[in-house]
C-alpha cells in the first residue's frame, strides 16, 4: 500500500481535498470571490509571526520597549517578523474593508445568508481591537498615548465608563497590569474569538456558496478548482508581496522612543483610526463619547440590520441604492475626514517641529539601547543621557529667554544673549564686536555695560580718541577665552596679556577683584568650561561666575538660581548638552 493511500485510508484526505476543490462556484470564477482567501492568508501570516515575536517579547512596562527594540534591531530577521506582523495587521483591514464592500454590493447578505453576513461583520470589530490592544504591546510613545486617548474617551462614557477603564487599565493608572491586560487580550482572548467567528463563518459560507452577481448566468456553476483557485492564490500571492516589498522598504516596522508619561508627545492613531480622529476634533470634549462610542455603535447596528431591512428579492444595485446609501456615504466621508487630518498635520508647523524632536528622541533612544538597557528600563536609560535629556530642560528652563539653535524665542526676540556659540572663539569674537545688539545682551538688563571694541561710543566725548581694537588683537583674547573654556589655558600666552590690559578693569580674573569693583561683568578665569557653566546654572550672582549685585531686584529679568529647582544629575546632564550644542554649528 502507497503512503498516499494508507492515509487516506485512515483519514480520509482524498475526499476532504474533493469536496474543496470541486466545490461549485455560482456564476462562474471571479475576481471579486478572492478576498476570502486574501483574508486567510493574512490571517496565517498574522499568527505565525505572532508566535515568533512572542518567543522573544517580555510584557512588563521597564521590559516591553527594550525587547522590541532587540527584536527590530538585533535578532537575526527579528526586523522581518516585526514588519510582516504590523503591515499583516493593516492589510487585513484594508481586506476586511473590500470584502464587506463587494459583499455588500452582491447583496450576499440577504436571505438565507444573514447570519453569515453577521459573522462577517465580527471579524472586523476583532480586527480593530487586535490593532488596538497591539498599538500598546512595544510600550513606545506612539502606542501608550494612542492608548491613553482611547481609554480616556471609553473612561468618559456616563455610567460604565470610569469602571470600563480602570478595568482596562488595571487600576487608576497606566502601567505593567496596563500592558499585561492588553497583551492578554491581543494574544489570548480576541485571537480565539476571531478564529472562532471565522471557522463559523466558513462553516456557513460553504452551506450556502458564493452569491453571484445580479447578472451572471444562474445556470452557469464551475468547480473551485482551476480557475478560482488561481485567482484566489494570484491575488493571496500578491498581497504577500506587497507585505515584504513593504517591510524591506522600510527594512521593518515603526518602533518610537520608550513611553514617557511627563513627555509632550504629537499622538496621532494609525491610519485607520485617523478618520475617528478628525471627528473628534469637531465635538465638544465632554461629547467625545458620542462620536468616538455611539456614532461606531449606530454604524455596527445599521449593518447588523442591514439584512433584516434589506428583505426584497432583487439584489440590483439600483433597487438598494437607498439601503445601502449609509455605507457609501461612511466610506466617503471617513476618506475625506482621513485627508484632512493628513493635510492639517502637514501644514502644522508646531506639529512637524515636535515630529522632528520626537525622531530626534527615537533616534537617540535606539542608540543607547542597542548598547544596553539597565534594568532600571529605558526611561532611566534616557534620564542619564545628555543629548536625551538636556533639549527638554533647556526647552523648560532656558528657552524662554535664550536661543540655542532651533529651541528658544524667534530670532533677534530673546531676552537673554543668544548661547549658539558659546564658549568658543566666534561667541567672544561677536561680544567684543557688537555686546548690545539683540542677539547678545540688547534685551537685557546689562545693556550698555559693555563697551564695543570695534565701534565707538554713541557719546562724542567718549568717542573722541576712541581706536578700535585690531582684529589680531581680539583674536587673541578669543583664543584665550575658547582655550578657559575647554580647560587648556596657556599660561603667559598673548591672549592672556591683552585679557589683563583690556578687561580686568571689569571682569575679574581667577578671583582678583577687578579695577571697578562694581562691576557686574563676569569671572573671565574658566569662562565657558564645564565647571563654570554648571556653577553659573546653579546660583548666577554667587561669585563664581558673575557677583551678587547681577542678582539685584532692580535688574529685573536677570537669570534666576536653579540650584532649588534643578538637581544636582540635571545641573550636570543640562551644562554637558548645553556645551556641546552650542559649539555645534546651526
Not at 105 to 125: C, D, Q, S, T
Not at 368 to 396: H, I, N, Q, W
Request: proline fraction near 8%; include cysteine; charge should be neutral.
Amino acid at each position: 500500500m502507497s503512503l498516499r493511500a494508507f492515509l487516506d485510508d485512515r483519514t480520509g484526505y482524498k475526499k476532504l481535498v474533493a469536496a474543496m476543490l470541486d466545490e461549485p462556484v455560482h456564476g462562474g470564477a471571479r475576481w471579486a470571490y478572492v478576498w476570502g482567501s486574501a483574508l486567510t492568508l493574512s490571517l496565517v501570516v498574522q499568527a505565525v509571526t505572532g508566535l515568533l515575536l512572542m518567543t522573544a517579547y517580555q510584557p512588563s512596562a521597564t521590559t516591553a520597549w527594550s525587547s522590541v527594540m532587540y527584536v527590530s534591531y538585533e535578532l537575526r530577521a527579528g526586523w522581518l517578523v516585526r514588519a510582516l506582523h504590523h503591515y499583516g495587521a493593516q492589510a487585513m483591514i484594508v481586506l476586511l474593508a473590500a470584502h464587506l464592500g463587494q459583499t455588500a454590493w452582491y447583496g450576499a447578505y440577504k436571505k438565507p445568508r444573514e447570519l453569515n453576513w453577521l459573522l462577517g461583520l465580527a471579524p472586523m470589530g476583532i480586527t480593530l481591537a487586535l490593532a488596538l490592544t497591539g498599538y500598546l504591546l512595544p510600550w513606545d510613545q506612539k502606542g501608550y498615548w494612542a492608548t491613553r486617548v482611547a481609554t480616556n474617551i471609553a473612561g468618559s462614557v456616563p455610567a460604565i465608563g470610569p469602571a470600563l477603564q480602570r478595568l482596562l487599565l488595571g487600576g487608576d493608572d497606566y502601567g505593567h497590569l496596563t500592558l499585561t491586560r492588553f497583551y492578554a487580550l491581543h494574544v489570548g482572548l480576541l485571537p480565539f474569538l476571531l478564529f472562532v467567528v471565522l471557522a463559523a463563518h466558513i462553516a456557513l459560507f460553504r452551506r450556502h456558496g458564493v452569491t453571484a452577481p445580479e447578472r451572471a448566468d444562474p445556470a452557469r456553476t464551475e468547480p473551485f478548482y482551476p480557475r478560482q483557485l488561481w485567482r484566489d492564490l494570484l491575488v493571496s500571492l500578491g498581497v504577500l508581496v506587497v507585505l515584504f516589498a513593504l517591510a524591506a522598504r522600510h527594512h521593518g516596522a515603526p518602533l518610537d522612543g520608550p513611553a514617557d508619561p511627563a513627555s509632550d508627545y504629537p499622538a496621532r492613531p494609525e491610519w485607520y483610526f485617523l478618520a475617528l480622529f478628525e471627528l473628534l476634533k469637531f465635538v465638544p470634549g465632554r461629547l467625545e463619547w458620542v462620536a468616538a462610542v455611539i456614532l461606531p455603535l449606530l454604524l455596527g447596528g445599521y449593518l447588523c440590520a442591514l439584512p433584516f431591512i434589506d428583505r426584497g428579492p432583487s439584489r440590483s444595485i439600483k433597487s438598494r441604492a437607498i439601503v445601502l446609501a449609509p455605507l457609501g456615504l461612511t466610506a466617503i466621508v471617513g476618506a475625506l475626514l482621513t485627508w484632512l487630518s493628513l493635510a492639517a498635520d502637514a501644514k502644522d508647523p508646531g506639529f512637524q517641529a515636535a515630529r522632528v524632536r520626537t525622531e530626534q528622541r527615537t533616534a537617540r533612544a535606539i542608540e543607547l539601547g542597542r548598547r544596553g538597557v539597565p534594568p532600571e528600563g529605558p526611561l532611566a536609560m534616557l534620564a542619564a543621557d545628555p543629548d536625551s535629556r538636556g533639549p527638554e530642560l533647556f526647552a523648560k528652563h532656558c528657552a524662554s529667554c535664550h536661543r540655542l539653535h532651533a529651541l528658544g524665542p524667534p530670532p533677534g526676540e530673546s531676552t537673554a544673549p543668544n548661547l549658539e556659540g558659546f564658549g568658543t572663539e566666534r561667541f567672544v569674537l561677536a561680544m567684543l564686536d557688537t555686546p548690545d545688539a539683540p542677539e547678545r545682551f540688547g534685551n537685557t538688563p546689562f545693556k550698555g555695560m559693555m563697551d564695543s571694541f570695534t565701534t565707538p561710543p554713541a557719546d562724542p566725548a567718549l568717542a573722541e580718541g576712541f581706536v578700535p581694537m585690531p582684529k589680531a588683537d581680539r583674536e587673541a583674547i578669543a583664543q584665550f577665552l575658547a582655550a578657559e573654556a575647554r580647560g587648556g589655558r596657556v599660561a603667559g600666552s598673548r591672549g592672556e596679556t591683552l585679557v589683563k590690559n583690556h578687561c580686568t578693569q571689569c571682569h575679574r580674573l581667577d578671583g582678583k577683584a577687578p579695577l571697578d569693583e562694581s562691576s557686574l561683568a563676569p569671572e573671565l578665569g574658566g569662562w565657558g568650561s564645564p565647571a563654570w557653566t554648571l556653577a553659573h546654572l546653579k546660583n548666577p550672582g554667587s561669585g563664581a561666575t558673575y557677583p551678587s549685585g547681577a542678582m539685584a531686584k532692580e535688574l529685573e529679568g536677570h537669570m534666576p538660581a536653579f540650584a532649588t529647582e534643578l538637581s544636582n544629575a540635571e545641573l550636570g546632564l543640562l551644562t554637558t548638552w548645553l556645551l556641546k550644542e552650542a559649539a555645534r554649528p546651526e
